[in-house]
C-alpha cells in the first residue's frame, strides 16, 4: 500500500467519523496480503466500530446476527492470524459484547465508526 493510499483511507475514515456513514468505500481497497501494518498506517488497527448489519442480517451466521448495533474493535489477536480474513470484502473486528473472545469478520459496509468519547 502506498503512502498516497494509505493517505486516502485516513481520509475515508475521517469523513465516515464526522458523517455517521459506513466504511463502504473500503471495500476493494485492501488485498489479502493486509498486515496489521497496513491497518495501523491507515488508521484502522483499534478503531472504535458499530456494527450495523441492515439488509446483511439475512445472509450473515446467526452468532454474527446477534452483535448488530453491537460495538467493537478493528483488529485481531492471537491465535487469529490475517490469513483468515478477506480484506476485500470484511474488517475483521474484535471486543463485541455477543463475541467477546471472537475475532469476526464483518463487512466493510456494515460498520460504523463511533466517535471517540471523551473522558
Sequence with gaps: ????????????????VLAGTTLAEL????????????????GLHGLLVRIRLNDALDVV??????????????GWSYPVTASIFDFSVEAPVQGLPALPNA????????????????P
Design 61 to 74: 451466521p446467526p452468532h454474527v446476527a446477534r452483535c448488530d448495533d453491537q460495538e467493537g474493535r478493528i
Design 1 to 16: 500500500m502506498t503512502p498516497d493510499e494509505r493517505q486516502h483511507i485516513k481520509d475515508r475514515v475521517a469523513a465516515a
Design 103 to 118: 475475532n469476526i469478520g464483518i463487512p466493510w459496509h456494515c460498520l460504523v465508526p463511533v466517535k471517540r468519547r471523551k
Design 27 to 42: 471495500a476493494g481497497k485492501f488485498e489479502n496480503r493486509t498486515l496489521m501494518r497496513d491497518l495501523q498506517e491507515a
